[in-house]
């Protein structure tokens, strides 16, 4: 289960699937330097974006297999 305190990096390397999610909100994240080290709520909150819209999308995604 993805939670808002992981790291986007950690999320992307687990679940690739989860890059698509990171794109349809606006969020280049797998590309991106900051990945490195930022979290979800860290990634959201500089983009403007609800974090827990956020993460419930991502757990979807990865709830799907």
Not at 8 to 24: A, G, N, Q, S, Y
Not at 40 to 55: E, F, P
């Amino acid at each position: 289960m993805i939670s808002k305190d992981m790291s986007v990096e950690d999320i992307v390397k687990r679940h690739p699937k989860t890059i698509l999610i990171f794109e349809r909100y606006g969020l280049g994240c797998a590309g991106c330097r900051a990945a490195l080290f930022e979290t979800v709520t860290q990634g959201a909150a500089i983009h403007g974006i609800d974090v827990d819209a956020l993460v419930a999308d991502l757990n979807a995604v990865i709830s799907k297999g």
